[in-house]
Structure formats: structure tokens, C-alpha cells
Antibody
């Protein structure tokens, strides 16, 4: 069955970078894209960006332009999201979701940014 | 960006009674292909979001039939016909018609 498995929790200092992975199982990886969504503590869901697993095309939320990179490795069916120049307000849970549709989500990766 | 506005933001419910959440968008969600890409998600405490409804009214596999979605254009509704204890959580609408996709603020459903 379809499953998205994400990497473990991260603790980073302000100014550092974090790279979160999302490994896909149970479907043809290159037939879909992956969207990344983040959720600050006690807050709602915010779409961060999307990557096509077919050709690597990306679209990012304007607010994150220049700080985020999304990549895929089709040999391992894994998508990656890297966020640079971390700030305290980047603290939260980062989800990957199969797109189109947002029909399957990963369990989330908690990223804590603290000095 | 399209703004999605949900109401109410907090919804106290009684077990066995109906409940309804509204979602309105700042512009029409009818896509040029004729579809309306409006989804509803449930997020139980400590869990990932789970899609309940896609394209306004299509229920996902495994979603109880007490959940239903309706609406058109800019106004949409998620209804629970008879609330059960497992329905506690936060519900989000999301539009995928216009880039970037945007979520509503969430409606917290509590008994």
C-alpha cells in the first residue's frame, strides 16, 4: 500500500540548514509529485512547495524562495527538502504529501530551531 | 494567493448530533478544465492530516459516509451527519485550483 516514510526529528541552531527526506512505497514514484507542507506549533497547514518526481520541476511558495531546495532520487524513490538559513519561526512539523491530490501524507518530521 | 476562510474556527459538538463547517474562497475555485479542486482534511491530535473529501464532494476510500462535502464556486461545506468521538480534531479545507495551493485556518471540533 502507499506509504511515505520521513526522516527523524532534527534540532538545529539559527542559521543552519536542515534536509528532510521522504521515501515513497507502494506506487510508481515518477507518476506523481511530492508537496511539502509545514505546521508551526499550534498553527495551521502551510504549503511550502512541490516537486515533480518525473522531471524534477519545482514550484515554491514565494515566502521561501531562495531558502528552500527540493530534489528527488528516483533510484531510491526518495524526495528531499532542504531549508537553509534557519530561523526560530521555522520550528515546526514538516510533512510530505503525494501530489496531485494530497491523498497520502508522511508522518511528519519535527524540526526545532533553537540556540 | 487565494484566501480560504473557514467558519467557525471552534465547533463544540454533541455526540450523535450533526455538525457543519463552512469554507469560502476569495475567488472561484472552478478550474479551466471544469473541475473544482476543493479538498477537506481531518487532523486528529498528534497525527498527520488525512484527506476526507476531494473535488468538493468525493469521499475518500475508508471515510465513513457520515462525512459529506458540498458547494460550488466560492462556498463549500463539510457536514458530519452524526458526530462520533473519533471525529474530534481539526478540519481544514484546501484549494488546488490556483497556484499556490492554500489551506483554510482550520476548524477545531471538540465534544
Amino acid at each position: 500500500q502507499v506509504q511515505l516514510v520521513q526522516s527523524g526529528a532534527e534540532v538545529k541552531k539559527p542559521g543552519a540548514s536542515v534536509k528532510v527526506s521522504c521515501k515513497a512505497f507502494g506506487y510508481t514514484f515518477t507518476n506523481y509529485g511530492i508537496s511539502w507542507v509545514r505546521q508551526a506549533p499550534g498553527q495551521g497547514l502551510v504549503w511550502m512547495g512541490w516537486i515533480s518526481a518525473y522531471n524534477g520541476d519545482t514550484n515554491f511558495a514565494q515566502k521561501l524562495q531562495g531558502r528552500v531546495t527540493m530534489t528527488t532520487d528516483t533510484s531510491t524513490n526518495t524526495a528531499y527538502m532542504e531549508l537553509r538559513s534557519l530561523r526560530s519561526d521555522d520550528t515546526g512539523v514538516y510533512y510530505c504529501a503525494r501530489d496531485p491530490g494530497f491523498d497520502f501524507w508522511g508522518p511528519g518530521t519535527t524540526v526545532t530551531v533553537s540556540s | 494567493d487565494v484566501v480560504m476562510t473557514q467558519s467557525p474556527l471552534s465547533l463544540p459538538v454533541t455526540l450523535g448530533q450533526p455538525a457543519s463547517i463552512s469554507c469560502s474562497s476569495s475567488q472561484s475555485l472552478v478550474h479551466s478544465d471544469g473541475n473544482t479542486y476543493l479538498k477537506w482534511f481531518q487532523q486528529r491530535p498528534g497525527q498527520s492530516p488525512r484527506r476526507l473529501i476531494y473535488k468538493v464532494s468525493n469521499r475518500d476510500s475508508g471515510v465513513p459516509d457520515r462525512f459529506s462535502g458540498s458547494g460550488s464556486g466560492t462556498d463549500f461545506t463539510l457536514k458530519i451527519s452524526r458526530v462520533e468521538a473519533e471525529d474530534v480534531g481539526i478540519y481544514y479545507c484546501m484549494q488546488g485550483t490556483h497556484w499556490p495551493g492554500t489551506f483554510g485556518q482550520g476548524t477545531k471540533v471538540e465534544i
